[in-house]
């Protein structure tokens, strides 16, 4: 999608959102259709729509959830993979910006670098680079809609290997993956176990001479259909339009499903998980060294291999893993602690992403800077003394986009709310000395652990809750009131700054 002939959206708008990716458009597809009437416009950074499936480009990427949850709840999946291709699932978020007539309302290349909210004027400046010229321009917003998503788009995360500068060969991040970088034939070794790692394997395996896939420890690894028979023969039978709801509801219960019986029985589910891997493996695997995790399942999120991808990789031998720590990097690959040298021609280190809130966007209120680990978040979808401020952070355990849309329609209900009674913002305020502050996610995983400090905190009672449950959510977001005691509201006119309570707990 090109921006040639694209007509501006004014710089002065209801709501301003940031980011066009799944969050942004869904925000906007919501408002589109809720609040027809309602102004609004979309600032993006790069030069198309799509977020993380225009920024990733290596081999094999793909969802990890299944498309029906991951796609929006208001627009049908309907191609006959349900662990979808990055490129199928970039035709799907087109198809939605044509579809809700959102083309004229993104403004490309433009960088956000801050945002400062004027109680006076109940109004949002936002202050944007265009990366095409290099000038500075500003937009003025009554909401702010905060749709960046939780990684860093412009660097993922590589520890610091001893000897890297020795090697001879190639070393690629996947966020960074080189346009055109051949692999044919050649000695690949791919560092890490996570999603990253478990698409890149199988999908380079095809071409290239071997894969290895060097990890430290490993992870849980479940193997799914890449197409889901029940729901494509309920779409032969119900059309769908009928069929998409049916499939939603059975692909949340069974994902909600494994995640409560792997809180609950660990034991056993460590078991399925494991027996699962070992059918799909010869017998003379070393399932216990290679696929068998020192935690417990959902302790860090669960990867998922479409059609056991990465176990026929290893079964027919054009891929294998190796289970050991890095000592360095030599000249022609890789040595490990254990003595053993890997030799390689091409390094892929899927060594993770950094986490960052909000695209680093410098938030302030009324001239005082706004840091977000000092806040503590709404319903998951407001921050504590910031006043007219929406963020969409999906779920961890589940399709992020459900979140997305839950988040999207209630404020779509607060803005009706708002609209009802005349009011011109709206705050949370934190005063309940009982609410303790936790992280706001608690997965053990490493990239977590390095971030999750920069995030906004939860609560641990009331609103204040973050709430890794979609049932629950949709009790709170879509069928609860909006009205709530710990929203402050004022009406529309001046309000004087020093009045105000602030509230950031």
């Known amino acids: 999608m090109t921006t040639t002939g694209r007509t ?25 259709t809720l609040h027809p009437l309602k102004s609004f416009a979309i600032l993006e950074a790069r030069e198309s729509i799509g977020g993380t499936w225009d920024l990733f480009r290596y081999p094999g990427i793909r969802s990890d959830s299944d498309m029906p949850t991951f796609g929006f709840g208001f627009k049908p999946w309907t191609h006959r993979k349900s662990i979808a291709d990055g490129h199928i699932i970039l035709d799907y978020l087109q198809q939605t910006v044509a579809e809700q007539g959102l083309t004229e309302t993104i403004r490309f290349g433009y960088r956000v670098l801050g945002a400062e909210f004027s109680s006076e004027q109940g109004r949002w400046t936002v202050t944007a680079r265009h990366s095409p010229t290099g000038e500075t321009a500003e937009f003025t ?94 779409r032969r039978i119900l059309g769908h339009e009928r069929a998409h709801k049916a499939v939603r509801r059975k692909n949340i219960l069974l994902t909600r499903g494994v995640h409560k019986v792997s809180l609950r029985a660990p034991k056993l589910m460590r078991r399925l998980l494991i027996a699962n891997v070992r059918r799909r493996l010869p017998r003379h695997f070393d399932v216990d060294t290679h696929f068998t995790p020192r935690y417990n399942p959902w302790e860090q999120r669960l ?32 040595l490990l602690k254990s003595g053993q040298e890997l030799a390689a021609d091409l390094i892929v280190t899927a060594t993770g992403l950094v986490m960052s809130p909000f695209g680093k966007i410098r938030l302030s209120v009324d001239g005082r800077p706004v840091d977000p680990s000092a806040t503590t978040s709404y319903k998951a979808m407001m921050l504590s003394g910031v006043p007219n401020l ?55 995983s490493n990239y977590v652990r390095r971030g999750i400090g920069a995030f906004p905190r939860a609560g641990t009672s009331g609103p204040w809750t973050v709430e890794m449950a979609y049932e629950k959510d949709v009790k709170r977001l879509r069928e609860g009131p909006v009205d709530d005691p710990a929203l402050r509201f004022t009406a529309a006119g001046p309000v004087p700054s020093a009045s105000r309570p602030r509230g950031a707990r």
């Not at 998503?149 to 590589?158: E, I, N, Q, S, V």
């Not at 952070?393 to 209900?413: A, I, M, Q």
């Open 390 to 444: 929406v963020f969409a952070l999906g779920y961890t355990n589940l399709s992020w986009t459900l979140k997305v849309d839950l988040v999207s329609e209630h404020f779509c209900r607060l803005l009706d709310h708002m609209d009802s009674h005349d009011y011109a913002t709206v705050e949370p305020v934190l005063d309940d000395p009982s609410v303790e502050r936790v992280p706001y996610m608690d997965l053990a």
């Open 141 to 234: 917003a009554r909401f702010l809609f905060l749709g960046t998503g939780m990684y860093d788009h412009d660097a993922g995360f590589t520890p610091e290997f001893t000897g890297v500068e020795d090697f001879e060969g190639q070393v690629v991040h996947p966020q960074h993956w080189p346009e055109g970088l051949d692999y044919a034939g050649k000695q690949v070794i791919v560092i890490g176990s996570g999603a990253t790692a478990v698409t890149l394997v199988p999908s380079m395996a095809r071409t290239a001479g071997h894969v290895t896939m060097l990890q430290r420890s490993p992870g849980y690894i479940l193997s799914s259909p890449a197409e889901d028979k029940i729901a494509n023969a309920l």
């Open 303 to 334: 990867c998922v291999v479409p059609d056991g991808d990465l176990f026929k990789a290893l079964s027919v031998g054009r891929a294998s893993v190796v289970t050991d720590h890095i000592e360095r990097f030599t000249k022609t690959g890789i």
């Open 8 to 32: 501006s959206p004014p710089a002065d708008v209801d709501v301003l959102i940031i980011g066009a990716g799944i969050s942004g458009i869904g925000a906007a597809s919501h408002l589109r």
